[in-house]
Nanobody, 123 residues
Framework: QVQLVESGGGLVQAGGSLRVSCAASGLTFSTYIMGWFRQAPGKEREFVATINRSGSSTFYTESVKGRFTISRDNRKNTVYLQMNMLKPEDTAVYYC????????????????WGQGTQVTASS
């Protein structure tokens, strides 16, 4: 079965950096658009970033542009999210997801999801 497993979350001071990873199995990774979403307590899950199948194109929500970088390694079936200059408002559970529509920002466009990893940026 398809599995997406996130790792690399943690606690960091505001202004710091973290990289989260998502290892995929049970699917042909290179044929899927990959995305990162996040969900803070009491809020809806929101789109963060997405990357096309080859890794040549990326798309971000406005609030993380210039600070976050999504990348993928199709040989390792893994997608990454490098997060720099973290802010307290970035605190959330971060989820990776697999879908078929590039630049899609809606949860409904992603058919597979990981369990999430907590990222906390303290002020």
């Amino acid at each position: 079965q398809v599995q997406l497993v996130e790792s690399g979350g943690g606690l960091v001071q505001a202004g710091g950096s973290l990289r989260v990873s998502c290892a995929a199995s049970g699917l042909t990774f290179s044929t899927y658009i990959m995305g990162w979403f996040r969900q803070a307590p009491g809020k809806e899950r929101e789109f963060v970033a997405t990357i096309n199948r080859s890794g040549s194109s990326t798309f971000y929500t406005e609030s993380v542009k210039g600070r976050f970088t999504i990348s993928r390694d199709n040989r390792k079936n893994t997608v990454y999210l490098q997060m720099n200059m973290l802010k307290p408002e970035d605190t959330a559970v971060y989820y990776c997801a697999a879908g078929q529509v590039f630049r899609a920002q809606e949860v409904m466009n992603y058919g597979y999801w990981g369990q999430g990893t907590q990222v906390t940026a303290s002020s």
